[in-house]
């Protein structure tokens, strides 16, 4: 006899807690800049999925609410999208939580004594810690897995790009967090690399861009890969710099998205 008391805890961790205050500010921010009743209705039902993600005790609980999130984001996409490439962009967003996220059910499958854990510090092989960061890091996102992102912050209208950059990238974080504590028993070189090689190739990016929208998410891929960097050195301090990377992040690049979201229509080019 399985209650639903089981399924949802209040937040045992600061971490969460201080994202759900961040996830306020952000729909405080839409409400502000957003006219269109349809995608302050769609924000809301995106804010209710990341709060029941970040609150979630159970890991298939946390996968759903991971997958679901991404549906208020493609129908803003592709609802409220202004160009004929929102389509494109809708096919690369599906395809790489798709490809990325799926094999985290075969570990869950694999391992079912992982039902009731809300985090992850047990033995595993590299193999299985692989496959299971992979559908947190499509939403990091990490360099190489990031192909998406700018394609989406173009297409989408700037309510979406507002949550997209400040709030649904923090899942892929948060939900880092909770397997990083199985970290303790494979390499972490290859991750050290990648991030290394994403702060790098994405700052790159960032200078040859001449959309500011797309400016703005190759920033983030840059900030997300240096978040990643301090995560992998599992420590107290590492962590709480994380937090500090993730809430300034979330902060400023909901900014930065609002501000480039108003200066559009005055000046008719990005």
């Not at 349809?38 to 609410?65: D, E, K, Q, R």
Request: proline share 2%; charged share 5%.
């Amino acid at each position: 006899n399985v209650s639903w008391s089981g399924l949802f805890f209040i937040v045992d961790s600061s971490v969460f807690v201080l994202l759900i205050f961040m996830m306020m500010f952000i729909y405080g921010m839409v409400l502000v800049s957003e006219k269109n009743f349809s995608l302050l209705m769609l924000s809301g039902v995106l804010i209710t999925i990341c709060l029941f993600f970040f609150m979630a005790s159970n890991m298939l609980m946390l996968y759903m609410f991971f997958e679901l999130s991404m549906f208020p984001i493609l129908i803003m996409i592709l609802g409220y999208g202004s160009q004929i490439e929102k389509v494109n962009s809708s096919y690369y967003l599906l395809f790489y939580a798709a490809i990325c996220s799926f094999p985290f059910l075969f570990i869950y499958y694999k391992s079912s004594f992982m039902f009731t854990v809300c985090y992850f510090d047990f033995v595993m092989t590299w193999e299985m810690f692989f496959i299971l960061s992979l559908s947190f890091m499509m939403k990091f996102p990490v360099y190489f897995l990031h192909l998406w992102l700018p394609k989406a912050h173009v297409e989408a209208p700037t309510t979406a790009s507002m949550l997209l950059a400040g709030l649904l990238l923090k899942l892929g974080t948060a939900g880092y967090l909770r397997i990083l504590g199985s970290m303790n028993f494979v390499h972490s070189n290859f991750w050290i690399i990648v991030s290394l090689l994403g702060m790098v190739l994405a700052s790159f990016a960032c200078v040859f861009q001449s959309d500011a929208k797309s400016l703005a998410a190759y920033s983030s891929v840059t900030h997300m890969s240096f978040l990643l960097l301090s995560m992998i050195y599992i420590m107290m301090s590492s962590k709480i710099s994380g937090l500090m990377m993730m809430l300034a992040h979330g902060y400023t690049s909901t900014l930065m998205f609002y501000f480039i979201g108003e200066f559009y229509p005055t000046s008719s080019t990005r």
